[in-house]
């Protein structure tokens, strides 16, 4: 069965440092999103993304995030200038297409972020 | 702010009783609602999801709806040591929306 997969599995970084998470949504797939999730707290919406731009963001997606789809495959999160709070899990989530019964999105494993 | 609100639990029951987990959302113009269910350290793992009023079965599985009441509930027959997780629930408003998602209830199922 397709999955949703997302590269590196944990990422620790200095503040102030860049990272890059990379996605690979299922094939077909034409919504894709990033969400977070700070231990032990709620999982977030941070952005959603058709058609090669931006649906519609968060107010936690600020100018500190950028998103791409590079190519066919990979959707991208890039967080410029790391702070510790931004210390969370990352997950990307795909979905097929849109229309009751088909609106369901799939996450991948997630990407564990720790900022120092 | 729109919000989904769960109880966090813990809600502990014995190996094969029904278990019972709710969910209220302020948002009227959600349209779909769904259940993830989430080990701890992983991402969040689709049961089901349902748009229409009513109950919607899926083996051990149902998930009730009724918009009226803008509650969500998802029945968990013949609970098994396997179901202990955190079960989140998420709503949208259909199309190609953010899902909203609760603080998730924790189910811990003994043997």
């Known amino acids: 069965e397709p999955e949703v997969t997302q590269t590196p599995s944990h990422q620790v970084t200095q503040m102030g440092q860049e990272v890059i998470l990379r996605c690979v949504p299922i094939?077909?797939?034409?919504?894709f999103y990033w969400y977070r999730q700070i231990l032990g707290q709620k999982v977030e919406f941070l952005v959603s993304?058709?058609?090669?731009?931006?649906?519609?963001k968060s107010e936690i997606f600020d100018d500190q995030f950028s998103v791409e789809r590079p190519d066919g495959s990979n959707f991208t999160l890039k967080i410029r200038s790391t702070k510790l709070e931004d210390s969370a899990m990352y997950f990307c989530?795909?979905?097929?297409?849109f229309g009751q019964g088909q609106e369901t999105q799939y996450f991948g494993p997630g990407t564990r972020l720790l900022v120092l | 702010q729109k919000e989904v609100e769960q109880n966090s639990g813990p809600l502990s029951v014995p190996e094969g009783a029904i278990a019972s987990l709710n969910c209220t959302y302020s948002?009227?113009?959600?349209?779909?609602f769904f259940w993830y269910r989430q080990y701890s350290g992983k991402s969040p793992e689709l049961i089901m999801f349902?748009?229409?009023?009513g109950d919607k079965e899926d083996g051990r599985f149902t998930a009730q709806l009724n918009k009226a009441s803008q509650y969500v509930s998802l029945l968990i027959r013949d609970s098994q040591p396997s179901d202990s997780a955190t079960y989140l629930c998420?709503?949208?408003?259909?199309?190609?929306?953010?899902?909203?998602f609760g603080a998730g209830t924790r189910l811990a199922v003994h043997p």
């Open positions: 989530a795909s979905q097929p297409t």
């Open positions: 094939s077909n797939h034409l919504y």
């Open positions: 993304f058709y058609n090669n731009e931006i649906s519609e």
């Open positions: 948002d009227r113009g959600s349209q779909s």
């Open positions: 349902i748009y229409s009023n």
């Open positions: 998420a709503a949208n408003r259909g199309g190609y929306n953010k899902l909203i």
